[in-house]
């Protein structure tokens, strides 16, 4: 059974700097892809950032603030999210693709306040 555990959410004041882990278990192979999706509440989640094959792809609200960095051989994402903003405030969700199956996590709090 693959599980993704999320880690490294939590309260930021806006400017601040979060790092998010995500931990995948369960499968002999590696991940053909892993990523971050976010959900405030009211919207719809959206692509954070996604790494695959070494090649890395940002939503435009987040490029030059956030990096996606993987560990391959411990099927490990990250995300360091710096200058952090309000608007940044989410859910963020671990999302692991293995050939045609789609893989998430339970999601970490994100939370970016004064």
């Known amino acids: 059974q693959v599980q993704l555990v999320e880690s490294g959410g939590g309260l930021v004041q806006p400017g601040g700097s979060l790092r998010l882990s995500c931990a995948g278990s369960?499968?002999?192979?590696?991940?053909?892809?892993m990523g971050w999706y976010r959900q405030a509440p009211g919207k719809q989640r959206e692509l954070v950032a996604r790494?695959?094959?070494?090649?890395?792809n940002y939503a435009d609200s987040v490029k030059g603030r956030f990096t996606i960095s993987r560990d391959g051989a411990k099927n490990t994402v990250y995300l360091q999210m710096n200058n952090l903003k309000p608007e940044d405030t989410a859910v963020y969700y671990c999302?692991?693709?293995?050939?045609?199956?789609?893989?998430w996590g339970q999601g970490t709090q994100v939370t970016v306040s004064s």
């Open positions: 999302n692991a693709g293995l050939t045609v199956y789609d893989y």
């Open positions: 790494i695959r094959s070494g090649s890395t």
């Open positions: 369960g499968s002999v192979f590696s991940f053909n892809s």
